[in-house]
């Protein structure tokens, strides 16, 4: 997402995570290779650039990160991504300005990261850092909503020739296209990870209903649930509702040439399928997701692995076994989100779906903030998933 940070603005290009509450960006010291000046952040430019003290109330407000006391009494901080890749640095307060749907500039003074070392993540993802968008308070959307906006957001996130929107704030859709392709669902609450979006996730079904696989919601101990991600490639079940969809499948893929793949074992995926490099894509076996009260959006079932051969291509679902490459959770990640309309509404509690793609312009009414997703090549979003597990 396009975000400028610093007086005068410094544009910069951050990820977006709905799964994080803690914002960082790549300072003028933290890029060791393959990184070129207009990725960091200048803090030494920057004449509204703070150093936030230990013991202040925004240095013990981050407690999902490891803060300390830094040089000069400066609050430190030190947050990882998996096991091979981190970011630390300072906690910093600077004004982050974005556009408005007006064509005016919405400025906002933000407490952030400031990172001094942040090796990998910024030669993998061409980022400039971390924007959390999680329900806590220190979130980007909890310090804005701290500042008199609405807490609701809303995007669409790219494929391949479109760029994605994100639209922040006191918006109103003004779109019939939009509006009314949208289907709403009840934001629910995990007492173990409040802050994270859980969603019902109740059913999915193949071709339009033939086949159901019931989905159960988090335990009372906290395990289990669905969530919404925007740093996780694919999507992920528990071993209990995995095991009988890949079963389904191979039940209406019966013509195809399963196929093993170590990259596909990494990320916890068990299908896979050679096809002619001349046959339609995708195969057969459309999901459609169903939740609670009603909503359905259709998602994509395979993604293409290897198009190397000018034969055959290696295609494999998109969908991975949650223990083999982490906890007990159903996750719908980024790329079952592409081209997809999301909204977010903290003040209504729900989720929006929509099918209209990126290509449909968000037209929205005033007080907004809005931004753009650079087209990232999903290759390297899948990278990353493979080097953190």
């Given at each position: 997402?396009?975000?400028?940070?610093?007086?005068?603005p410094?544009?910069?290009?951050?990820?977006?995570?709905?799964d994080?509450?803690?914002?960082?960006?790549?300072?003028?010291?933290?890029?060791?290779i393959n990184?070129t000046?207009?990725s960091?952040?200048?803090?030494?430019?920057?004449?509204?650039?703070?150093?936030l003290?230990?013991?202040?109330?925004?240095?013990?407000?981050?407690?999902?990160?490891?803060?300390?006391?830094?040089?000069?009494?400066?609050?430190?901080?030190?947050?990882?991504?998996?096991?091979?890749?981190?970011?630390?640095?300072?906690?910093v307060?600077?004004?982050?300005?974005?556009?408005?749907?007006?064509?005016r500039?919405?400025?906002?003074?933000?407490?952030?990261g400031?990172?001094?070392?942040?090796?990998?993540?910024?030669e993998?993802?061409?980022?400039?850092?971390?924007?959390?968008?999680?329900?806590?308070?220190v979130?980007f959307?909890?310090?804005?909503?701290a500042?008199g906006?609405?807490?609701?957001f809303?995007?669409?996130?790219?494929?391949?020739?479109?760029?994605?929107?994100?639209?922040?704030?006191?918006?109103?859709?003004?779109?019939?296209?939009?509006?009314?392709?949208?289907a709403?669902?009840?934001?629910?609450?995990n007492?173990?990870?409040?802050?994270?979006?859980?969603?019902?996730l109740?059913?999915?079904?193949?071709?339009?209903?033939?086949?159901?696989?019931p989905?159960?919601?988090?335990?009372s101990?906290g395990?289990?649930?669905?969530?919404?991600?925007?740093?996780?490639?694919l999507?992920?079940?528990?071993?209990?509702?995995?095991?009988?969809?890949?079963?389904?499948?191979?039940n209406?893929?019966?013509?195809?040439?399963?196929?093993?793949?170590s990259?596909?074992?990494a990320?916890g995926?068990?299908?896979?399928?050679?096809i002619?490099?001349?046959?339609?894509?995708?195969?057969?076996?459309?999901?459609?997701?169903?939740?609670?009260?009603?909503?359905?959006?259709?998602?994509?079932?395979?993604?293409?692995?290897?198009?190397?051969?000018?034969?055959n291509n290696?295609?494999?679902m998109?969908?991975?076994?949650?223990?083999?490459?982490?906890?007990?959770?159903?996750v719908?990640g980024?790329?079952?989100?592409l081209?997809?309309?999301v909204?977010?509404?903290?003040?209504?509690?729900?989720?929006?779906?929509?099918?209209?793609?990126?290509?449909?312009?968000m037209?929205?009414?005033v007080?907004?903030?809005?931004a753009?997703?650079?087209?990232?090549?999903?290759?390297?979003?899948?990278?990353?998933?493979?080097?953190?597990?």
């Amino acid at each position: 997402m396009d975000l400028s940070l610093g007086t005068p603005p410094q544009p910069l290009n951050f990820t977006l995570a709905v799964d994080s509450g803690f914002s960082w960006v790549a300072c003028s010291s933290s890029c060791a290779i393959n990184c070129t000046t207009a990725s960091l952040f200048q803090p030494g430019l920057s004449t509204s650039h703070t150093k936030l003290p230990c013991g202040s109330p925004s240095c013990s407000a981050f407690s999902a990160v490891s803060t300390s006391c830094g040089p000069s009494s400066s609050c430190s901080y030190n947050t990882s991504y998996g096991t091979n890749f981190s970011s630390a640095g300072d906690l910093v307060s600077d004004i982050a300005t974005m556009d408005s749907v007006r064509n005016r500039k919405v400025a906002a003074n933000l407490s952030l990261g400031c990172g001094r070392d942040s090796g990998g993540l910024l030669e993998l993802l061409d980022t400039s850092g971390f924007v959390g968008f999680d329900k806590g308070n220190v979130s980007f959307m909890g310090q804005l909503s701290a500042l008199g906006y609405r807490s609701k957001f809303i995007y669409c996130l790219p494929s391949d020739t479109f760029r994605g929107k994100l639209v922040i704030g006191n918006y109103k859709l003004r779109n019939a296209s939009i509006s009314s392709s949208m289907a709403y669902t009840p934001m629910i609450t995990n007492p173990q990870a409040a802050e994270l979006y859980f969603i019902n996730l109740s059913t999915i079904s193949i071709d339009k209903n033939k086949f159901q696989v019931p989905i159960q919601g988090f335990l009372s101990n906290g395990t289990g649930g669905t969530v919404i991600d925007t740093t996780t490639f694919l999507s992920y079940l528990t071993s209990d509702f995995y095991t009988q969809l890949v079963q389904a499948i191979k039940n209406y893929t019966t013509n195809l040439v399963e196929v093993s793949s170590s990259v596909a074992d990494a990320l916890g995926v068990e299908l896979c399928y050679n096809i002619s490099a001349n046959s339609d894509f995708p195969p057969p076996a459309t999901l459609t997701y169903h939740f609670l009260g009603g909503a359905g959006v259709e998602v994509s079932t395979w993604f293409l692995l290897d198009d190397s051969d000018s034969v055959n291509n290696t295609i494999c679902m998109a969908i991975g076994r949650s223990e083999s490459v982490g906890p007990n959770l159903n996750v719908i990640g980024t790329y079952q989100q592409l081209d997809l309309t999301v909204e977010y509404d903290l003040e209504q509690m729900r989720y929006g779906f929509g099918a209209q793609g990126c290509n449909t312009t968000m037209v929205v009414d005033v007080n907004t903030s809005s931004a753009e997703f650079s087209k990232k090549p999903l290759w390297l979003m899948l990278l990353l998933v493979l080097l953190t597990v």
